[in-house]
């Protein structure tokens, strides 16, 4: 499915809701990523072809917006560039979606959540093209040192991933309003407050968000 929301503790197409007012709807692009993270939901449960959120193909750029033409956006809290894989590997496709949002209603609050790798990916920054499309950027940030994100990301970027995707953090304050880092609350207390640390001396919010089994 491509749009989808969180429904009783469930992903569920919002084509099967009864009504979409006020929800947070989800768009997933890609099942890709440039990590392989131990407590990703992609490690931990089987991708059966049921699984509602695998990607047989990915859907192109007319197909998402074709999708969103089938709704009123006034019934959207915010719009989330998310699913299963790393959502900016489609960096330059999604940018035209959240255009043609932004035209049918400039004030609709979007946001990406992303690992913070894919201006490595694309080879050159992304950050500024951001700017006037995405309004919140939820970064991946998962451990304190570069030793232990490798260990648990498994980036295919190596050691170096950890301060990469710190300097995206940091680049995107510049081009986007609200930029915010997430761990996962299984890295323990200790680990957290040293995340929060982390957060506090670029300037940005940290979000702990629960491990989904």
């Known amino acids: 499915m491509i749009l989808y929301t969180l429904y009783r503790n469930s992903y569920i197409d919002i084509k099967n809701l009864e009504s979409?007012?006020?929800?947070t709807c989800y768009v997933n692009s890609t099942n890709r990523c440039t990590c392989s993270c131990t407590f990703c939901l992609r490690q931990t449960k089987e991708m059966?072809?049921?699984?509602?959120?695998?990607?047989?193909?990915?859907?192109?750029?007319?197909?998402?917006?074709?999708?969103?033409?089938?709704?009123?956006?006034?019934?959207?809290?915010?719009?989330?560039?998310?699913?299963?894989?790393?959502?900016?590997?489609?960096?330059d496709d999604l940018?035209?979606?959240?255009?043609?949002?932004?035209?049918?209603?400039?004030?609709?609050?979007?946001?990406?959540?992303?690992?913070?790798?894919?201006?490595l990916y694309h080879q050159r920054d992304i950050t500024s093209e951001l700017k006037g499309l995405i309004d919140t950027v939820?970064?991946?940030?998962?451990?304190?040192?570069?030793?232990?994100?490798l260990r648990l990301t498994r980036s295919r970027y190596g050691i170096e991933s950890f301060d990469e995707m710190l300097d995206f953090t940091k680049k995107?304050?510049?081009?986007?309003?609200?930029?915010?880092?997430?761990?996962?609350?299984?890295?323990?207390?200790?680990?957290?407050h040293k995340c929060q640390k982390i957060a506090d001396e670029i300037g940005v919010t940290l979000r702990v968000r629960p491990f989904e089994e």
Not at 138 to 149: D, F, M, R
Not at 172 to 192: F, Q
């Open 48 to 91: 059966l072809e049921g699984n509602t959120l695998w990607l047989k193909e990915e859907p192109t750029v007319q197909e998402i917006i074709d999708e969103f033409e089938k709704y009123d956006l006034n019934d959207f809290q915010e719009i989330v560039f998310c699913g299963f894989g790393e959502p900016l590997m489609r960096h």
């Open 20 to 23: 979409t007012k006020g929800i």
């Open 172 to 192: 995107c304050k510049a081009y986007v309003p609200h930029v915010v880092l997430t761990v996962v609350d299984i890295i323990g207390e200790e680990e957290i």
């Open 138 to 149: 939820s970064v991946s940030l998962n451990a304190s040192n570069k030793e232990e994100y």
């Open 95 to 119: 940018m035209k979606v959240a255009a043609y949002l932004k035209k049918r209603k400039p004030d609709l609050k979007t946001r990406v959540n992303t690992n913070g790798l894919s201006s």
